[in-house]
Structure formats: C-alpha cells, structure tokens
C-alpha cells in the first residue's frame, strides 16, 4: 500500500436549510496509509469539512446504513476499496428516493414495501416447547436470503422500482417474500402468495438483473423472484 | 424554543437486541410504547455478532445450567452477581427456543435441532472439556437475531420514533424517571417523551478506545445520559479486548473461528496457548487468551514486519466447513485483512470489543442505586437492559456468546417488570418539572454559539489514544494515574467543542458532538475506576498485583471483592457488595478459586 496521498472527489451536496438546489462539490483529501476504504475517506474529508453528511455504522458491510452510489454504481462505502476506485470519485445519493441531505436519502418508501410482504414467520399452531425441528438441508433453502441487510442498493437500482416505487415491492422485499415462502416453518405460503398477485408487486421485475450486480451481500433477488413466480404458476395449473 | 411534548406508557431508547426484546413484550401486552432509536433498527450493533447465543440447550454435546452458572461466575472472576447469573442460565433455553418460534435461521444438526458449537470458557462438568454450548445461525448470529426480533415487532405493530437521538434522562426532584429528552435528526427538532417507565437498551461505548471492534454508534448515550442524571456506573473498570481483531482494521473475527478448531500461532508458529491454558488452550477465557497474545508481542514473538500481531490459523479445516459455518469470516478476511483463510492465516491482535459494567439493574431489569445504606434501591421508572446495563452477570470478564443470552434474558425481564408493575397500578405518570427541557436545550445553544473551540474529532480521537495508552489490556499503576489527570483534562476540552455546521437538517457533526457528551462520561468513568482498584481481577490486570496464595492471579478477595460505583457529579467513588448468594436453593454458591483454563 502506497503512504499519503490525495484523492479527487465529486460529491452531491444539498442542505435544504441553506441550499436553493443541489450541486456537485469538487473537493479533495489527503489520505492517511491506514485508510482503506472509501468509508475511511469520507471520515477523513468530514474531519475537514464537517458539514458533509452520510450515514455509517458498522464499518464491515453487516448493518446496510452506508449505501450510496459511487461512480455510477450503488454500493457501500465501507466495502468499497480505495485501490481500484478511479478518481475524481463521484458520489451520489442512491437513486430513486428522495434525498434528505447530501447522500442520505429518504428510505420510507423502500421499507413500506419490506413491511408488505409481512416479513415474520407465520405459523399459526401452538409453539412447542422445544425449537420446530428443520433438517440441514429445508435450512439450507434460506441461504442467499436471509443474509439481506436492507441496505437498499438493490431496489434502487431497479429501473422498475424507480418507476413504481408505490407499487412495485422491489428486489430486496421480493428476497425477503421468498425467505419466507421458503421457510419450512411458515403456513402462509398460499396468503403470501395471493398478497402478490398483481400486476405491478411481483410482475413488474423483468429480469433487467441490476439487483444482483450491485449486491453488496452477494445475494441474488432476481433468482427468488423467478422462485415466486414459478410458485404462482405451479399453484395455478 | 418551542418543545413538543408526546406521552407514552413506556419510553425505550435503543432498537438493538435488548431494545427489541423488550418492545416486544410491552407490545404485545397493548402498552402504548416509543421505541426511540437513532439509526434504523436493524443497523444497531447486535446486527455484528458473529458466533453465537449460549445455552445448555445440549443438543450436540450433554450439558446443564448448572455447568453454564460455574462458567459464568469463573469467567466473571467471581464479581457477577450469582443471583442474576443463575436467573439468566435458567432462563437461555427458553429465550432461545422463543427466537427459533420467532422465525430465526439458526442453523441445524442432523436430527434437526438447532445447531451449537463450543466456545471460549465454556466448559462440560465444571471446567473439565469445550462443551458445545453456542447456538448459532453461520457466523452471522446477532444479525439473524437482529433482524428476527425486529420482524416480530413489525407483526406486533411495536411504534418506532426512527432516526431520533435521545438526549437526556428527565428526573424529578425525588429522582424519579419521567422519560427522555430526544431530537429528531432530519428536522433537528427536540421533543420530551413523557412516559411512566423509561427503558434504558442503548447498547455499549467502545469507541472510548482508539481501536475498537465497536459501530461507530457505539458512544455510550444510555450511559453517559444515566451519568449525567446522577445515576451511578458499575464496574467501568472492566473491558473487554476480544482476542481476534483484525490487525490495522479492527474488525471483529469470532471466536466461532476457534470454536470450529482455529488456531493462535506465534512468529514460529508454534500454538502458544498451550502454555498458557493447558486444558482449554485456544478455548480459554477472552481476558485469558488476549493477555497471552500481548505477552507473546510484548516478548518478540510477534508476527509481520513489525511483530505486532499474532496469526489465526484455520487452513488446516476443510474449504466445505469455512464456506458452510464460517462465510461471513472468509468475506471480512479477505476485504480488512487481504487474506482469504482457506489459504492463509489471519493477522489478528486483541482489540476492545466489550463493555462488563454499566448502569447498574437487578436481574428484574430495575435500575438500582444506594439509598439510605441499602446498596440496592430501584429508581422508580427506570430500568435498562443488555450491554448498557450491568446485572452483573459478566462481572470482570463475560463468556463469548453470553451478551446475546444478556440482551434476550433481560430485554425481556426488564419488559415483564415494566408490564407487570405497570398492570399492578405501580407505574403512574408523574407531573413534569418545569422546563423539563432546559438541560437538552441548551447542549444545542451552546454547540449553535460556540467559538475558538476545538473540533469534535480532535477531541475525541484525544481521548480515544488516552484510553488506549492508559487503560489497554495490561494497565500499569503509574500509567493509570497520569491517565486520570489526562482524561479529566480532555473532558475539560469536550466542553468547548466547536461545530461549523449549523443546518437543522441531519446534522451529523451535532450529533457527533452530543455523542462525545456521552464517550467523555465513560471515559472518565473508566479510567478513575481502573486507577482506583488495586488488583487484578478479569479483564483488569495491573502490574503491581502480586500472584501469590492471598491473592491468586493478583486477586485480592479480602479488600476488592465488590463493585465499583464512579458518580460523574464529584468525579466520586462507592463501593457495593458483589451478591455471592444465588436466587434459589437450586444451587450452592461457586465458592471462589483461583482461575485456570
């Protein structure tokens, strides 16, 4: 890793406070050997200028606070290496939603449609005493799925989504749907399914596969939503 | 400044595992509750843990309560309160069966139950072999807790105040709790919660330390609050350094990695553990495992070109068990260490992961305090739960895989206390005091008008490289005196931060600056406890504590075993006995020993 060094930045700013309308700032930091990642970077350029405003948390890409898009593509800060990034770095909000302040966007949008699906298991008869027995392989379904941290890259990717963001559920409530479907555990594989059926919920995904290329998690939406809809039809015949 | 009232029957601050398990249980009894939280809930740390919820459930390997207590209480050192320690071992199979019930993923054995690997001072038969006793979903645990507890609360309608900062704890003049002061972040807007139960579940303070294993939102707001208000800390000496950082990064590796076999090698690679834990060797206790890692530094066995850190050997497991138990390892090895573990080991060194002490609770969850030469009084109105909290049932060093069994078992005790006292009539709203506010509202004038004042980083990374010199893994009785006068004199600093953001709007310098408000209060805390108490006990080892028969390991019982109280007001000491009497005759106390792995 090369020491010091300074890196060109093109960030979205907008402060509804003070700003009649959004702009791009052309602003530069220099690095410290210790900063890896973009996240790193933008710790270091808030130190400079501290009206800079994003969301971070956990720092190691498990609590989905810092999505944005960077260069073109959404994806998190604390994942994104700083050696393999070309410059100037251009940051903006993640597409789609409305924006709060500079990168942080509004996400009520994105999680009414996760609450939609009822993303809770469902199971209706009197819980036993012990845990409801699973083998490895009905447990083995739910990976790929249940590792979504709602960051919301996905569904703001989705050309579809920017377009129905009402209507449309979207890759990461379409994921969490088919967690659920997928669950041995759950009963309500038939509601589920009829909470779907609908021109725009589910069948507005046309497979344009966005959702997997920008998954931080490596996780695959569009894959599940081929699932679901295979479910519809096989319930159908 | 015009200040909105809302009233609620129970306030909860904080959204992660202990928050969530609480709302839901005041929800589901139609308590009209506000879950305050400042990031969304399934972004609050628990999301981060990695290997696992301890208890006996026994479905790999036998085991029982009873050897669970015994871990516990030798793994605390024998300063948790064995009370609470044997309410939480009791209560774990059932809090875990419950999460299954709730749709968590855990992940599964042959026969279908769920799935338990050994861990750190764990042990069958009172200390003899690993018991497999850490039930756990991948290495992902805490976020498939997180993230099953929240999705319960979405069925249960729990309402949430999302992106609100709590700021300070609303008292009477007879020190009851009315509630909380809050600012919503978009707007800036600050509000009182008046409720009749207030509940504390804001999560640990890590980043008092330079290098931290901690979200950065781990600054310790439900402490620094409860300190503010009066409220007493306990045993802010004890920190936890979790043996397996990554070195540079800091990010957590779990001892899950050991669990499934890893090994901690030295420059030579020989597998130094065994020197210094015969019986469980890399399974030791934490404070055990990470003293020995910094003595294998300290005396030039260190790995890498500066021979800073130790190396965390798996390549001798299959690619098959990494992939299936170890996924999420593999992913932060290779993206913070460059290093993918199938092939290579990882540079790891003990990093600051846990906070033992905090606002001091019974086992009910009621936050207590001494009141008239009862050591023990609960604040009426107050309770709080999980690593904000201490119980104690982590005394000076907690077991892996038993803040997840702390969060769950008290989350959930602290909500039926609150239900229960609230449905006997015993919870009333109380009359506000007049400007109830004022506190809160002028922490924000002050950052609004402030000049010539240093910038919040400044101050803070001041503070961080102060913790980390004086009051790291090994603590040295003149480094713990120079580190109190300098923490003080940073605390003096933090008064005068300056802010050049002034937007209402998600201002996140603001919020830095009432963050480090709240660091401040735990860092002082810390280190006047550390400087005070002349022994070595857990996770608190000073040089000047003799290994001898009086005192083993430096621990010496006759004049150290109790708690600490630090009161931010006076920057005072206070001493509480340590309740070596368990809740039931279950079970015969642990009698004190001198502690090996």
Not at chain 2, 193 to 200: D, L, Q
Not at chain 2, 310 to 320: K, R
Not at chain 2, 388 to 404: E, I, K, M, P, Q
């Amino acid at each position: 890793m090369s020491s010091k060094r300074t890196v060109q930045f093109k960030i979205y700013r907008y402060d509804p406070d003070k700003d009649a309308a959004p702009y791009m700032q052309d602003i530069s930091v220099e690095l410290e050997e210790s900063d890896k990642k973009l996240l790193d970077a933008l710790v270091r350029l808030k130190a400079k200028d501290d009206s800079l405003s994003f969301r971070r948390s956990c720092r190691e890409g498990v609590c989905g606070s810092d999505a944005m898009n960077i260069n073109g593509k959404n994806g998190l800060a604390c994942l994104t290496s700083m050696d393999d990034i070309a410059q100037p770095i251009t940051l903006r909000p993640l597409p789609g939603l409305p924006v709060i302040r500079d990168v942080i966007v509004d996400m009520t949008q994105f999680f009414k449609q996760y609450h939609s699906i009822k993303p809770y298991l469902i199971n209706n008869e009197p819980a036993p005493e012990r845990e409801r027995l699973q083998s490895p392989e009905d447990r083995d379904e739910l990976n790929g799925l249940y590792e979504c941290i709602l960051c919301a890259c996905c569904s703001t990717s989705c050309p579809s989504f920017w377009w129905n963001p009402d209507k449309f559920v979207g890759p990461a409530g379409l994921l969490a749907a088919y967690r659920f479907l997928a669950d041995t555990r759950d009963q309500a594989t038939s509601e589920r399914l009829d909470n779907l059926e609908d021109p725009y919920r589910l069948f507005r995904c046309h497979s344009i596969m966005n959702c997997v290329d920008v998954c931080p998690k490596h996780l695959n939406p569009t894959k599940a939503i081929g699932k679901i809809k295979d479910m519809m039809v096989r319930r159908a015949v | 400044m015009k200040v909105a009232k809302r009233t609620f029957d129970a306030v909860i601050v904080g959204a992660g595992g202990a928050g969530l398990r609480a709302a839901l249980q005041l929800s589901e009894a139609g308590l009209k509750t506000a879950v305050l939280t400042k990031v969304f809930p399934t972004r609050s740390h628990t999301v981060a843990a990695q290997g696992g919820v301890a208890a006996s459930l026994g479905n790999s390997t036998e085991d029982n309560w009873h050897w669970h207590m015994y871990d516990t209480v030798k793994g605390s050192d024998w300063l948790g309160d064995q009370d609470a320690i044997e309410f939480m071992v009791k209560k774990a199979n059932e809090v875990v069966v419950e999460l299954e019930h709730y749709g968590m993923p855990f992940d599964r054995t042959d026969n279908g139950k769920i799935y338990q690997r050994p861990f750190g001072g764990h042990s069958q038969n009172y200390g003899q072999t690993p018991v497999s006793r850490s039930c756990a979903a991948a290495d992902r645990t805490g976020h498939a807790m997180l993230h099953a507890l929240y999705q319960r609360n979405v069925r249960a309608n729990t309402q949430f105040f999302v992106e609100w900062m709590a700021m300070d704890l609303i008292r009477n003049a007879d020190g009851d709790v009315l509630g909380v002061t809050a600012m919503e972040m978009e707007t800036g807007e600050v509000s009182i919660f008046h409720a009749k139960a207030t509940i504390f579940a804001t999560g640990g303070s890590g980043r008092i330390y330079y290098s931290s294993t901690n979200a950065f939102i781990n600054t310790g707001d439900g402490v620094g609050m409860a300190a503010r208000a009066g409220i007493p800390l306990e045993d802010m000496e004890f920190w936890q350094f979790h043996p397996t950082g990554v070195a540079g990064a800091g990010v957590l590796i779990t001892e899950g990695v050991r669990g499934e076999g890893g090994i901690l090698r030295n420059a030579s690679g020989e597998r130094f553990m065994e020197r210094y834990a015969p019986n469980l060797k890399d399974l030791a206790s934490r404070d055990v495992v990470s003293r020995s890692m910094v003595t294998e530094i300290n005396e030039g066995r260190g790995c890498g070109s500066e021979k800073d850190h130790v190396l965390l050997d798996i390549t001798h497991l299959s690619p098959e068990t990494i992939n299936k138990r170890l996924p999420g390892i593999r992913e932060i090895s290779i993206q913070f260490a460059g290093v993918d573990p199938i092939k290579a080991p990882i540079p790891v060194v003990p990093t600051c992961h846990y906070q033992m002490g905090g606002i001091p609770t019974n086992y009910k969850g009621q936050v207590v305090v001494p009141k008239d030469g009862n050591p023990n009084v609960p604040v009426a109105g107050f309770y709080a739960a999980g690593e904000c909290a201490c119980a104690s049932v982590h005394g000076a060093n907690r077991l892996g895989t038993n803040s997840l069994l702390d969060l769950l078992v008290f989350g959930k005790a602290a909500g039926e206390t609150v239900v229960s006292d609230f449905q006997s009539g015993q919870l009333t709203l109380k009359p506000l005091p007049e400007n109830a506010a004022d506190v809160s509202l002028a922490r924000i004038a002050r950052l609004e008008t402030q000049t010539n004042g240093e910038e919040v980083h400044e101050v803070r990374l001041a503070m961080q490289r102060t913790m980390q010199k004086h009051a790291g893994v090994f603590r040295f009785a003149d480094m713990l005196k120079e580190g109190v006068t300098k923490i003080l004199e940073v605390a003096e600093r933090a008064k005068h931060t300056q802010i050049k953001d002034k937007s209402k709007v998600w201002n996140t310098a603001r919020t830095e600056a009432l963050e480090l408000d709240n660091l401040i209060e735990v860092a002082k805390a810390t280190m006047v406890s550390a400087e005070a108490r002349k022994e070595s006990r857990g996770a608190h080892v000073r040089d000047d504590a003799i290994d001898c028969a009086e005192t083993p390991n430096g621990r010496d019982d006759k004049n150290w075993l109790k708690h600490t109280l630090w009161y931010s007001e006076g920057n005072r000491l206070d001493y509480k006995p340590v309740t070596l009497q368990p809740m039931s005759a279950d079970v015969e106390p642990i009698a004190l020993a001198k502690r090996t792995y």
